[in-house]
C-alpha cells in the first residue's frame, strides 16, 4: 500500500514561530530542509528564481545523498504574494504563473540534478562525465517531497467574513453572532482561497489546512522563559561578560510580553522592545562598579531614572572589586613573565578610582599601564636577584618615572655590591 503525501498551508500573522516550528520538525525527522520566499520566483523563462532550484538546493542540503533528498521538505513562505487578481491583464510571472509552475512539483515530476539554463551546472555535468563520474542519478522524483506553504493571509478575513455574511441573507437564514478577529480563519474553506486569488489546483493540492493564532502577551511570557533560546539568557549572558550579574524579575518578564503584544510584530517584538529598554544599560554599565543588574518593573517603567541611579553608583569604587581584578592581573603577569607583582591597597584604590572616573576595568587599565613593565623589572631582578616587586601608589601615578628609579637604583645597588666584593677581596690578600 503505497501512502499520498500531505502537503500543508500555513496561515498565521508574522512572527508566531511558522518557519522555527517547520524547520525543527525537518531537524527531529532528520531530512533536509529548504526554505525560500515565494516572491523571488518567476514563471519559468522569465527573470527570477526557477522553483525547480528548490528541488536541486534540497540535494545539497543532504550533501548530495540523492535519496534522501527525494523525503526532504520545502518550505514556501510569503506564498500569500502569489495571489492575483482575476481582473488581472497581461502575463502574470510572479502570481499565477508560479502557482502553475509549482502544481507539477507538489505531484509529482522528474527534475533535473543540475539547472539546464545555467552555465556552470552545465559545465560540471559534463567535467563529471570526462572523469566517469556522471553515470549517477540525474534527476530528482518529487513524489515524496513534503511541501510546506504558508503566509500571513492579509485580506482572507474579509473573504471569508464575506461568505458568512451572504449565507445568513434571505428568509428563514439562520441568525447566528459572526465570528471576528482570528476566528474568521477557523471557518476558512477552499473556496475563500480561489476568491483570495489562488488557482483551484494549487489549493487542492495543499490538503491540510493550518492556523496559527496571534501570539498574546501569556505566550511571550512562556518563551522569554521557557524556550530553547531565551532572550532572557541571551542578555543575562551578555551582562555577565562584562562581569554584571542581571536578573530578570517576573515583574518586568510580564510588562516586556505586554510591551511586545502591543508592537503586533510576533515573538520579533520580544528582541525590540528588550533592546530598547536595555541598549543603554548594556553600554553605560560595563567597566563601573555595578556587579548586579535588577531588572523588574520599575526599570521598565521608568527607565531613565533608574539609568540615572546606575550612573551614580558605577560611580563609586568598588575596593573588593578592583582588588580582585588587580590581583587577576597580577596572577597574569607572573604566568606569562615568571615575575611576581603586588599592588598596595592605596594603588589598588587609586586604580578603582580612575576606573570609574574613565569607565573602565581595573583589569583594562593595568594592561595599558603596565604593558611593557617585564622588561624593566627583568633588568631589577638580573641586578639584584629580587623576583617580587610590590607597586605603590607612585606606580600608579606616573608607571615610567616609577620603573626608571627603581632600574636605577638597582644599577646602583649592583654597583656597590660589586665594589663591596671587589674591597673583602683585597682586604685578604
Known sequence: MEYQKQNVIVVGPTGVGKTYLIKHIAEMIGVPFVKADATKFSETGYVGGDVDDLVRELVQKADGDMELAEYGIIYIDEVDKLASSSSGMGRDVSGR???TTLLKLMEETE????????????????????????????????????????????????????RLRSGQIGFGAEVSESPTGEELFGQINTQDFIDFGFEAEFIGRLPVRVVCEKLESKD??????????SLLRQYERE?????????????????????????????????TVCEGLLRDFKFELPGTAVSELSIDA??????????????????????????????????????????????????????????AEKTRSVLQLCQQRFKDYQFGLKLIEKNTGVGEFDLEKEAVLDADK?????VVQSYNTATETAQANSSSGDEGE
Open 97 to 99: 504563473g508560479v502557482q
Open 111 to 162: 527534475v533535473a540534478a543540475r539547472n539546464p539554463n545555467d552555465m556552470k551546472s552545465q559545465m560540471m555535468a559534463m567535467m563529471d562525465m570526462q572523469s566517469g563520474r556522471g553515470d549517477g542519478k540525474d534527476t530528482i522524483n518529487t513524489r515524496h517531497i513534503l511541501f510546506i506553504v504558508s503566509g500571513a493571509f492579509s485580506g482572507l478575513e474579509k473573504v471569508i467574513k464575506k
Open 239 to 271: 551582562f555577565a561578560a562584562y562581569g554584571i550579574q542581571a536578573k530578570f524579575e517576573d515583574s518586568a518578564i510580564e510588562c516586556i510580553a505586554t510591551l511586545a503584544e502591543l508592537e503586533n510584530t510576533g515573538a520579533r517584538a520580544l528582541m
Open 298 to 355: 520599575d526599570l521598565i517603567k521608568k527607565r531613565d531614572e533608574v539609568l540615572a541611579k546606575y550612573r551614580e553608583l558605577g560611580k563609586r569604587v568598588d575596593v573588593a572589586k578592583a582588588r580582585e581584578e588587580a590581583d587577576l592581573y597580577a596572577r597574569e603577569f607572573q604566568e606569562k613573565h615568571s615575575i611576581k607583582i603586588c599592588f598596595s591597597d592605596e594603588a589598588v584604590t587609586l586604580l578603582g578610582e580612575e576606573a
Open 220 to 229: 511571550f511570557v512562556n518563551i522569554m522563559k521557557n524556550s530553547e533560546g
Open 402 to 406: 616609577f620603573l626608571s628609579e627603581r
